[in-house]
T-cell receptor, first 113, second 109 residues
Framework: DTAVSQTPKYLVTQMGNDKSIKCEQN?????MYWYKQDSKKFLKIMFS???????INETVPNRFSPKSPDKAHLNLHINSLELGDSAVYFC????????????FGEGSRLTVL | EDQVTQSPEALRLQEGESSSLNCSYT??????LFWYRQDPGKGPEFLFT???AGEEKEKERLKATLTKKESFLHITAPKPEDSATYLC??????????FGGGTRLMVKP
């Protein structure tokens, strides 16, 4: 059983389109995250979310928005896609008291043409 | 702003040739330093947490150590299956993780 699963694994789309990536975790964790990994392999936090608090990295454009229907899901919506949004997006989760011990999904590679 | 620098960017070893990866950091109020392994096309996999200078953790051929300015990941007698990118991250007072750029390790048989 996959602990953190995200879909789709690949997205190819045109500039200006809107897209979503879904994420689900079955670990019972209370905090979920979205990370972006660019072509140089740097992982950067985009959002941290638990049922009480959303923390947004201030460098993330407001075209990106997380939506959590329940504790086990955190989806990422991206509006008006730009070329620079091309990257691999990782969903992750952690237990509250072990915030540095993240469990990552396999990533969703977004290519904007 | 928290910063993490990993070196070298890439490391090629022969099977059995021990070596170390470096992670230098600056952070306000270190809450933890973390090592992850990332295989191509996969998400990072958690390896170790270190909380304070002098602490060491071991797992199979890997040993992580921590000082006030850097952490080392020592790889003893590596095997080809140890080939991966190793990522270091720090958690500061802000609670978020800041990752380094990783060291890509290639172990040849």
């Amino acid at each position: 059983d996959t602990a953190v699963s995200q879909t789709p694994k690949y997205l190819v789309t045109q500039m200006g389109n809107d897209k979503s990536i879904k994420c689900e975790q079955n670990l019972g964790h209370d905090t979920m995250y979205w990370y972006k990994q660019d072509s140089k392999k740097f992982l950067k936090i985009m959002f941290s979310y638990n049922n009480k608090e959303l923390i947004i990295n201030e460098t993330v454009p407001n075209r990106f928005s997380p939506k959590s229907p329940d504790k086990a899901h955190l989806n990422l919506h991206i509006n008006s896609l730009e070329l620079g949004d091309s990257a691999v997006y990782f969903c992750a989760s952690s237990a509250r008291r072990r915030a540095g011990e993240l469990f990552f999904g396999e990533g969703s590679r977004l290519t904007v043409l | 702003e928290d910063q993490v620098t990993q070196s070298p960017e890439a490391l090629r070893l022969q099977e059995g040739e021990s070596s170390s990866l470096n992670c230098s950091y600056t952070v306000s109020g270190l809450r933890g330093l973390f090592w992850y392994r990332q295989d191509p096309g996969k998400g990072p996999e958690f390896l170790f947490t270190l909380y304070s200078a002098g602490e060491e953790k071991e797992k199979e051929r890997l040993k992580a150590t921590l000082t006030k300015k850097e952490s080392f990941l020592h790889i003893t007698a590596p095997k080809p299956e140890d080939s991966a990118t190793y990522l270091c991250a720090v958690q500061g007072a802000g609670n978020m993780l800041t990752f380094g750029g990783g060291t890509r390790l290639m172990v040849k048989p």
